[in-house]
């Protein structure tokens, strides 16, 4: 069976906030964690509940995110989608994560800068 | 960067970390890439993430506030204080104050950002009350007879004495009493609603006084001690049996009721307010209501006037309404046309505000363009009146001719 995520984007990274988020990235697994489809959206404006509309509307059964509030966590919960959130780094990092099928909730995939001495 | 901090002034630095760790609000120590050197204890336990798990990370992803997606503060030449939001690790929605600070060597250069991040939660439900009780809550009316009530709440509501409104279904008696209740000292305390519909007599005894449990030593409250140092509001208190009017006369008078069960009476503080849809007087005549209660419940007495009475308040409270659905249907509705607002004005609602309230939510329900027509007025209204009227047809008429 298909696996379809929703991602929400701000430039080539997880956008920060979920309710604030206007580009979002439908990605399709196959039964196997194979990538078989991307599709990019561009949204008129940023609504958590426009988002949360277009995220069941799209039958999606995930949704990779970074903070999101309760109120729509629960929600989207309570519809069957399971929400991977506060999730950090490139969008590719979280594809290729998500590949592997060891994404989680928390996840902070940035390469770290050093502190320079 | 801390080394190069320590080398700021000629006195010894001290230890960073454990300053700022000491101070009450959050501040987060920022490169010149807004990318996290320190958290401190209180925006740790702000945000929920630990300063050795968040070190190096860019700190839009930290704070997760709205001000660092739509318009960071960063990005501006000045420091200015953002009031904005964030949403913190356990999903929690917080409002916050952020100050950035640029902290600058001997040389004017700068070396690093200090964000001061102050958590707003506690002013901001202060202000919230603070609104509430300074308005008449969700009652509004632009007529003289609304207005003169909605200047009466503020000074009403300073009282202790039992409040009596009357006024047809629809009228909005629960939320009047609300208002009163908001505006009063007793605002923080609960505001308890009853209604005294058809019960059983020990039931209601029990509903209202509460009653003894166990071994007699406690008490299941009922509505007058869950209202302790708030209201009690009963509406149409002319369908409370006798039995309970008189415990209520004791009240009234003594300050005390008497639970289910108990020996001895319990003294509440509560204001007693009620409301009925009929005339008092008449429920009085009829024996429904009795006279001692209503003379002790009647101290102060509002009348609310019904829909047809209140004029300008139609057209008012109609584009409050619709608005208002407009709002929560997502619909871009901004009108009403002249042959439905007609279909709205001949109407005699005996429903009152309620039902012009359905009215309209049905009309927003149906509505898939930005005006209400007559055909989303609801079919028991339009049928009414199904020809449309001479001065509406001529001034149709002339609308189209200035078109063409």
């Known amino acids: 069976m298909e696996h379809r995520i929703l991602i929400t984007v701000a430039q080539d990274e997880i956008a920060p906030r979920f309710d604030?988020?206007?580009?979002?990235?439908?990605?399709?697994?196959?039964?196997?964690?194979?990538?078989?489809?991307?599709?990019?959206?561009?949204?008129?404006?940023?609504?958590?509940?426009?988002?949360?509309?277009?995220?069941?509307?799209?039958?999606?059964?995930?949704?990779?995110?970074?903070?999101?509030?309760?109120?729509?966590?629960?929600?989207?919960?309570?519809?069957?989608?399971?929400?991977?959130?506060?999730?950090?780094?490139p969008v590719e990092e979280v594809i290729s994560c998500l590949v592997q099928g060891k994404l989680k909730t928390g996840d902070i995939l940035y390469q770290r800068t050093r502190e320079k001495e | 960067m801390l080394k190069r901090i320590a080398t700021l002034g000629s006195f010894p630095c001290p230890d960073l970390p454990r300053l700022v760790d000491g101070l009450p609000i959050g501040i987060a120590l920022l490169d010149g890439h807004g990318h996290i050197l320190m958290l401190n204890k209180t925006l740790e336990a702000l945000t929920g993430f630990s300063r050795e798990e968040v070190k190096g990370l860019p700190c839009r992803h930290v704070l997760r506030s709205r001000a660092c997606v739509q318009n960071c503060p960063h990005a501006r030449k000045e420091n200015q204080v953002v009031e904005t939001d964030c949403i913190n690790r356990h999903r929690r929605k917080i409002p916050i104050r952020i100050t950035p600070v640029t902290v600058?060597?001997?040389?004017?250069?700068?070396?690093?950002?200090?964000?001061?991040?102050?958590?707003?939660?506690?002013?901001?439900?202060?202000?919230?009350?603070?609104?509430?009780?300074?308005?008449?809550?969700?009652?509004?009316?632009?007529?003289?007879?609304?207005?003169?009530?909605?200047?009466?709440?503020?000074?009403?509501?300073?009282?202790?004495?039992?409040?009596?409104?009357?006024?047809?279904?629809?009228?909005?008696?629960?939320?009047?009493?609300?208002?009163?209740?908001?505006?009063?000292?007793?605002?923080?305390?609960?505001?308890?609603?009853?209604?005294?519909?058809?019960?059983?007599?020990?039931?209601?005894?029990?509903?209202?006084?509460?009653?003894?449990?166990?071994?007699?030593?406690?008490?299941?409250?009922?509505?007058?001690?869950?209202?302790?140092?708030?209201?009690?509001?009963?509406?149409?208190?002319?369908?409370?049996?006798q039995l309970q009017q008189t415990a209520l006369v004791r009240y009234v008078d003594e300050g005390t009721i008497l639970p289910v069960g108990a020996s001895k009476p319990i003294a509440v503080n509560a204001r007693l307010m009620a409301s009925t849809a009929e005339s008092p007087e008449k429920l009085?005549?009829?024996?429904?209501?009795?006279?001692?209660?209503?003379?002790?419940?009647?101290?102060?007495?509002?009348?609310?006037?019904?829909?047809?009475?209140?004029?300008?308040?139609?057209?008012?409270?109609?584009?409050?309404?619709?608005?208002?659905?407009?709002?929560?249907?997502?619909?871009?509705?901004?009108?009403i046309s002249a042959e439905a607002l007609h279909i709205i004005r001949e109407h005699s609602f005996p429903g009152n505000i309620r039902e012009l309230k359905n009215i309209i939510e049905f009309a927003a329900m149906v509505c898939t363009d930005e005006e209400i027509r007559a055909e989303h007025i609801p079919g028991h209204l339009s049928r009414t009146l199904t020809q449309t009227p001479k001065h509406l047809a001529s001034k149709q008429r002339k609308t189209l001719g200035k078109k063409s």
């Not at chain 1, 697994?29 to 078989?36: Q, T």
């Not at chain 2, 009163?180 to 609960?190: T, Y």
């Not at chain 2, 009795?290 to 584009?319: N, V, Y």
Request: net charge negative.
């Open chain 2, 104 to 241: 600058h060597n001997q040389e004017g250069q700068p070396i690093c950002i200090l964000d001061v991040v102050e958590d707003l939660t506690t002013l901001k439900e202060m202000e919230a009350r603070l609104s509430q009780s300074a308005g008449q809550g969700q009652i509004i009316g632009r007529s003289p007879a609304m207005e003169k009530i909605l200047r009466l709440v503020p000074v009403i509501a300073q009282h202790d004495s039992p409040l009596l409104i009357t006024g047809e279904i629809g009228t909005g008696k629960d939320l009047l009493a609300e208002s009163v209740h908001k505006a009063s000292p007793r605002s923080r305390e609960p505001f308890v609603r009853f209604s005294c519909g058809p019960m059983p007599s020990e039931m209601l005894d029990t509903e209202l006084f509460g009653r003894m449990v166990g071994q007699g030593s406690e008490i299941q409250p009922g509505r007058f001690q869950q209202a302790q140092g708030g209201t009690l509001y009963l509406s149409e208190i002319s369908e409370l049996p």
């Open chain 2, 284 to 335: 009085v005549q009829e024996g429904r209501l009795r006279e001692d209660l209503f003379h002790r419940i009647s101290a102060i007495r509002l009348h609310l006037p019904k829909l047809q009475e209140r004029g300008e308040d139609l057209e008012f409270l109609l584009h409050h309404f619709l608005t208002h659905f407009a709002h929560r249907f997502k619909k871009e509705i901004t009108t």
């Open chain 1, 20 to 89: 604030l988020t206007t580009e979002v990235l439908l990605v399709t697994l196959s039964e196997n964690d194979d990538l078989i489809a991307r599709k990019s959206f561009l949204l008129a404006h940023a609504s958590g509940d426009e988002l949360c509309d277009l995220a069941l509307s799209r039958d999606m059964g995930v949704i990779v995110c970074g903070a999101i509030e309760d109120e729509y966590y629960h929600y989207l919960r309570w519809k069957r989608i399971e929400v991977i959130d506060s999730v950090m780094g």
